[in-house]
């Protein structure tokens, strides 16, 4: 009888010891999913800092998170444009670059950036147009400049290619 006394205690606190181990681990997974996942601007932010490393598959990486969270975020639409056409993604970027200036985000390096991505694409008309845009934007643009020279000077316009 003792015997069956001490047995049935040690089942009680098996058991208590069990459901508090349960109830733990209830508790560190529901804190753990209740944490907030980082939002559309800190994995923009987290794409910027890898383009500043040049780290640009990264960078391509969490600015798609950012627009995955927030579809119009035009800044990470440009800016996931730049990492694709730096790794040789030049028609997705341009669909990047179109989705910045359809939410109305429109900046000289942009245009630039569109001209660049068509030139490589050898739709020089195409790059042409852009980046004599992105000079209207800033007159100061050099790299609009010369990269205008370099299109015309491939279209064998080198009277064009002379004036830049």
Not at 105 to 110: K, P, Q, S, T, V
Request: hydrophobic content about 40%; glycine content about 4%; some cysteine.
């Amino acid at each position: 009888m003792q015997l069956s006394r001490t047995s049935k205690r040690l089942k009680m606190t098996a058991t208590r010891l069990l459901l508090i181990l349960l109830t733990c681990a209830l508790f560190t997974v529901s804190s753990a999913s209740a944490r907030p996942a980082m939002d559309a601007e800190g994995h923009y932010q987290k794409g910027i800092r890898y383009s500043q490393a040049k780290n640009w598959q990264d960078a391509a990486e969490e600015f798609q998170k950012a627009i995955d969270l927030q579809q119009k975020f035009s800044l990470a639409h440009a800016n996931l444009g730049v990492a694709l056409s730096q790794i040789g993604k030049h028609k997705e970027a341009l669909l990047e670059f179109d989705a910045a200036l359809r939410q109305g985000y429109d900046h000289a390096f942009l245009r630039y950036n569109r001209g660049s991505s068509f030139a490589r694409l050898k739709l020089l008309e195409e790059a042409e147009a852009e980046f004599k845009l992105a000079l209207e934007k800033d007159s100061r643009m050099s790299k609009a400049r010369y990269d205008l020279g370099i299109v015309y000077m491939m279209q064998a316009r080198l009277d064009k290619a002379r004036e830049q």
